[in-house]
């Protein structure tokens, strides 16, 4: 595999048309084609954390943050796909994990965005909260409702 295919992937996943998951099934198809003619480079091998699919700096920023291979996984299983760098490297900031996602998701937010769940953290809104208004028949509440709620104490 060239390193202009490489990078092609790469940019691919960065923007968000390829998954984490189609980009290595892809880089696995061709550095199997390749692999043959080619020795390793040293640019070409992966770090601790086990991405090969980002560019050296993304891979670097996602260090920086600690953003794992783990992490990454936990947030697609809890329904979180498609998601940029710089998503990834806000929702770690935010210490926002998969677990609180799922939570989120199982209290009826289903289809929350990153900025959303951004929003509900800084706010500290959480899935107990948004339990406990729909038990005193708030029903129809909507990110923006709730962190209003939780401003004014309520």
Avoid: C, W
């Avoid at 990153?114 to 038990?135: G, H, M």
């Avoid at 129809?140 to 409702?145: I, S």
């Amino acid at each position: 595999m060239t390193n202009p295919e490489r990078t092609k992937i790469l940019e691919m996943v960065a923007e968000g048309s390829l998954t984490i998951e189609q980009a290595d099934q892809l880089l696995e198809r061709l550095g199997a084609q390749s692999q043959a003619s080619a020795t390793p480079r040293p640019d070409q091998s992966q770090n601790a954390s086990g991405f090969t699919t980002f560019t050296a700096e993304q891979m670097a920023a996602l260090e920086v943050y600690e953003v794992d291979a783990d992490y990454i996984r936990a947030l697609q299983e809890a329904g979180l796909r498609d998601l940029t760098v710089k998503q990834l490297i806000s929702l770690k900031d935010y210490e926002i994990d998969a677990d609180e996602i799922v939570a989120l998701r199982e209290a009826g937010f289903t289809d929350l965005t990153v900025k959303q769940l951004i929003s509900l953290t800084t706010y500290e809104v959480d899935a107990d909260d948004i339990r406990a208004r729909r038990a005193a028949g708030f029903t129809d509440l909507t990110v923006e409702h709730l962190i209003s709620l939780k401003e004014q104490g309520e």
